[in-house]
């Protein structure tokens, strides 16, 4: 549990194992000092002066394969953030001298090599809105803070952003710093995998969040999934975002990250649902209590763990999107020749229809 003073408002008492913000980050920064494989942290400027994000880095500055991960974009999701911490304290335990010589070696391949991996990951995108739910403020706080405008910031990127029913999704595309930081993180770094982390319910999805069809990666996406699944989320279904969940989703940060930035494995989790707490006290929802959290905080930070293992051994480095890939720019949807779009046979509500692909 958190040391005294650094958990969550003494009103919410079932949640004593969490962290408040700033206690988790000082976590963070304070495992540099004996972890065992390279790990580094920053505040990270938004380039137009909006605001800054801290982000771990995990694993060597130079290999060959990098996995960003986003967590905490909805404030009330304590959990994700949870996860995260936990992920890089598994990591940097894993390879010390008190670990088994087979944890040793996997997690040396994985983070202290050339040929291994780099996460770079954003462990609370929503700051200053998880700090009203960690203080009991606004228990059921999704958005930014009135001061950044009340975004949804999972609504915030290009792609359909603005379609259908109208949504706190701001002033325009990337109008929110988080958003900003989100991107050049990806332009910058080049991720195979992106990895965003919710919750609410149980599953694990992949783009789109607006259109009703899969992508034309689906069936490398969904093997990539299989494993996290049949590891760590047996009753977690697979498969695009708006058909999973039941509603759509525009200008997601899923999308973005698969149409524009070219990461083929664009993935979002969802790890935890709850039918307990209510309008007024959603914490219990989205999040595990006391009795619970070890054991869900340390399942989805070894997931994590899986993920990494699975990318190292079955992803290329220079895997991209499909050649033919759905693309969404200014003018609308663009897309490559039809005919090779896939088609899931079995499963008529994933198709990709054409008159769905045009549509503007």
Same mark, same amino acid.
């Given at each position: 549990?958190?040391?005294?003073?650094?958990?969550?408002?003494?009103?919410?008492?079932?949640?004593?194992?969490?962290?408040?913000?700033?206690?988790?980050?000082?976590?963070?920064?304070?495992?540099?000092k004996d972890c065992a494989v390279p790990l580094?942290?920053?505040?990270?400027?938004?380039?137009?002066?909006?605001?800054?994000?801290?982000?771990?880095?995990?694993?060597?500055?130079? +290999?060959?394969?990098?996995?960003?991960?986003? +967590?905490?974009?909805?404030?009330?999701?304590?959990?994700?953030?949870?996860?995260?911490?936990?992920?890089?304290?598994?990591?940097?335990?894993?390879?010390?001298?008190?670990?088994?010589?087979?944890?040793?070696?996997?997690?040396?391949?994985?983070?202290?090599?050339?040929?291994?991996?780099?996460?770079?990951?954003?462990?609370?995108?929503?700051?200053?809105?998880?700090?009203?739910?960690?203080?009991?403020?606004?228990?059921?706080?999704?958005?930014?803070?009135?001061?950044?405008?009340?975004?949804?910031?999972?609504?915030?990127?290009?792609?359909?952003?603005?379609?259908?029913?109208?949504?706190?999704?701001?002033?325009?595309?990337?109008?929110?710093?988080?958003?900003?930081?989100?991107?050049?993180? +990806?332009?910058?770094?080049?991720?195979?995998?992106?990895?965003?982390?919710?919750?609410?319910?149980?599953?694990?999805?992949?783009?789109?969040?607006?259109?009703?069809?899969?992508?034309?990666?689906?069936?490398?996406?969904?093997?990539?999934?299989?494993?996290?699944?049949?590891?760590?989320?047996?009753?977690?279904?697979?498969?695009?975002?708006?058909?999973?969940?039941?509603?759509?989703?525009?200008?997601?940060?899923?999308?973005?990250?698969?149409?524009?930035?070219?990461?083929?494995?664009?993935?979002?989790?969802?790890?935890?649902?709850?039918?307990?707490?209510?309008?007024?006290?959603?914490?219990?929802?989205?999040?595990?209590?006391?009795?619970?959290?070890?054991?869900?905080?340390?399942?989805?930070?070894?997931?994590?763990?899986?993920?990494?293992?699975?990318?190292?051994?079955?992803?290329?480095?220079?895997?991209?999107?499909?050649?033919?890939?759905?693309?969404?720019?200014?003018?609308?949807?663009?897309?490559?020749?039809?005919?090779?779009?896939?088609?899931?046979?079995?499963?008529?509500?994933?198709?990709?229809?054409?008159?769905?692909?045009?549509?503007?």
């Amino acid at each position: 549990m958190p040391a005294h003073g650094e958990g969550l408002d003494a009103s919410l008492e079932n949640f004593r194992s969490y962290h408040n913000s700033k206690a988790l980050v000082k976590k963070l920064e304070a495992l540099k000092k004996d972890c065992a494989v390279p790990l580094t942290t920053e505040w990270v400027q938004d380039k137009q002066g909006g605001g800054e994000l801290f982000v771990a880095r995990l694993g060597r500055q130079d +290999a060959e394969k990098k996995v960003l991960v986003s +967590a905490n974009e909805h404030a009330r999701e304590m959990m994700t953030g949870e996860v995260a911490l936990r992920f890089v304290e598994l990591a940097c335990k894993n390879a010390g001298p008190s670990s088994s010589s087979l944890l040793q070696e996997q997690s040396q391949k994985l983070f202290d090599s050339t040929d291994g991996l780099q996460y770079v990951i954003a462990p609370i995108v929503n700051m200053k809105g998880r700090e009203l739910v960690e203080t009991n403020t606004a228990p059921c706080q999704r958005m930014t803070v009135d001061s950044e405008g009340g975004v949804d910031l999972n609504r915030n990127m290009d792609v359909d952003w603005g379609k259908g029913d109208k949504v706190p999704w701001g002033k325009k595309p990337f109008s929110q710093y988080q958003s900003r930081i989100l991107k050049d993180l +990806a332009q910058e770094n080049k991720p195979v995998v992106f990895v965003d982390l919710h919750t609410g319910t149980k599953s694990l999805m992949t783009s789109w969040g607006y259109k009703h069809f899969v992508t034309s990666d689906y069936k490398d996406q969904e093997k990539m999934l299989n494993v996290i699944k049949k590891e760590h989320c047996p009753d977690c279904p697979i498969g695009p975002n708006s058909e999973i969940v039941g509603y759509e989703n525009p200008g997601e940060v899923l999308d973005h990250m698969y149409a524009q930035e070219g990461i083929k494995y664009s993935t979002l989790w969802e790890i935890f649902g709850s039918k307990e707490g209510g309008h007024n006290d959603c914490i219990p929802q989205f999040n595990p209590k006391d009795d619970e959290y070890e054991e869900q905080v340390g399942n989805w930070a070894r997931s994590l763990l899986t993920l990494g293992n699975y990318v190292h051994a079955n992803v290329d480095k220079d895997e991209k999107v499909h050649p033919d890939l759905v693309k969404w720019d200014s003018k609308g949807w663009q897309y490559g020749d039809s005919s090779s779009l896939l088609q899931l046979s079995g499963d008529q509500d994933m198709l990709q229809p054409v008159d769905m692909l045009t549509t503007s």
